[in-house]
């Protein structure tokens, strides 16, 4: 899937988009901008299905690009990945927001994931990933399984961004360890990137005093990342609800639901 969003008369709307598989864009109604809705009408991912979403922000535009729902990524039947390539591209003075209501991996799902996103110099940028793994809600955990998750974000041409995760084999037994999960199934990281980033710090923690799950936020060189562990999706979904608009300036989507 790729879509395009520029300025138009009635503010930011979809300039072009080309929807293949079962991916589709919607674009529900808002009063607060321009909002996305990937919907996968497949239902899920299973090991071998190659994914690929491109959004370019054009210049002066605002928007916020969400799923429907949580992704869902299905048990492999052999050793192929389920891979998913993220491409985004935010042009000067333009504000994008990426967050999908999380991803689920089920027992013995294997998922390769690329972010890549390429920021203007005076671009805002707002990104939201929170990964679940196992059917935490029905008991189910992850005992098996691989993960590889690659974020590159660049700004004004340089590498200011880069994380990669590897986990594999018995996944249980490494989200245990201390240095990695500490026993959580649920680990997400909210960031922004834009002018004053580092001035939000405070009022940020002000809202992660009352989070029902592990968080932290650091920031610096207009760069602000919090990050956070929880046993269930709904406690740090509820933490990203909270701390999300505050970061963006506006509303999360209504098909966000905590």
Not at 96 to 118: K, S
Not at 123 to 146: D, I, K, Q
Not at 173 to 192: C, D, H
Not at 217 to 245: K, N
Request: overall charge positive.
């Amino acid at each position: 899937m790729r879509a395009s969003l520029v300025c138009g008369a009635r503010g930011t709307g979809i300039g072009t988009l080309h929807e293949s598989g079962g991916y589709r864009l919607m674009r529900p109604r808002s009063d607060h901008g321009f909002e996305g809705v990937i919907v996968n009408t497949g239902g899920g991912m299973v090991g071998g299905d190659k994914v690929q979403i491109a959004v370019r922000a054009e210049a002066g535009t605002q928007g916020i690009i969400t799923s429907q729902s949580a992704e869902r990524v299905y048990r492999a039947l052999d050793s192929n990945d389920t891979q998913v390539d993220v491409r985004l591209n935010v042009a000067d003075g333009a504000a994008l927001a990426w967050l999908p209501q999380g991803t689920i991996l089920f027992d013995r799902a294997r998922l390769t994931r690329r972010m890549n996103v390429d920021l203007a110099a005076d671009a805002r940028f707002v990104a939201g990933e929170m990964l679940v793994f196992g059917r935490t809600a029905s008991g189910e955990t992850m005992t098996a399984g691989a993960l590889r998750d690659h974020w590159r974000i660049t700004r004004g041409g340089k590498l200011i961004y880069a994380d990669s995760v590897r986990i594999e084999g018995d996944i249980q037994a490494q989200l245990a360890r201390p240095g990695i999960a500490g026993g959580a199934y649920v680990a997400g990281v909210l960031m922004a990137v834009l002018p004053g980033a580092v001035d939000l710090l405070g009022p940020v923690r002000e809202r992660l005093e009352k989070a029902a799950c592990r968080v932290a936020a650091s920031a610096w060189d207009d760069m602000l990342i919090l990050r956070g562990l929880a046993d269930r999706l709904e406690p740090l979904a509820q933490v990203f609800a909270s701390v999300a608009p505050l970061l963006m300036g506006r509303p999360l989507p209504r098909v966000w639901s905590v």
